[in-house]
């Protein structure tokens, strides 16, 4: 996979060297470059910002240094060379805000599968609006937020789903196995891991998982995944299918106050 990322703090982006990322860089896994969006700016003070049309606080993003820049990280991307005969796929361009579409690990795995992602960080209050019309004749644009709070730019929400998408491609993570049994994978939170020793400052690890009893143990994961989820987000649980639940994962529901109707958990009302 290929990853641009355009800024004007490229430093920001540094920690995309280390760990499971860098190291999938170094092994030739993922093509990524970070692009100092100053750079394509014709004037002397490389200016990137000027007032808001209308009136307000802070600066908007200037039009033309992000149409040089996106057009020329399209230009050398793998879709650019359409010559091969096969249609070339569009690359996404991805800009982090607060206005945008909830990133999720669903859609992580979506831009996993995509040749070619472009992130575009914004700054101050945002990017010309021009641009992100203007950029969809050339790429699947997709505003993205990482949650319901505002960063200071973009930047460290490349970090975050650069990672989460990054993780997913292959070779990137030693052990695939890590990649299903995690919170989201399946629509729940995970369950609780411990590790040695068995006893820690009078604190008992769950007995179950000292038990050799390979069902049991899953059970019990399967349980304490429902019961963090009901308690930490129980918004998750409207999306989950409950249709073909054993019997014993419904009594767990049961005991967290949820019955199945229709294949789908339903809060009991308090009495
Ligand atoms: N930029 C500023 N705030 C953001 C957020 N919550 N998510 C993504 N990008 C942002």
Redesign the pocket.
Known sequence: MRIDVVSIFPEYLAPLELSLIGKARQDGLLDLSVHDLRDFTTDRHRTVDDTPYGGGAGMVMKPEPWAQALEAVAATGPGADASAGAPAQKPVLIV???A?ERFTQAIAHELAEEDQLVFACGRYEGIDERVLEWAAEHFTVRP????D???N??EV?VLAMVEAVGRLLPGVVGNPESLVEESHSDGLLEYPVYTKPSTWRDREVPAVLLSGNHGKIAQWRRHEQYRRTAERRPDLLEAFDAGALPRADRTAFADLGYDVVDGRLRRRPEA
């Open positions: 982090p805000s607060p945008g993205m937020s990482l949650g709070y505002v960063l730019g973009g929400a």
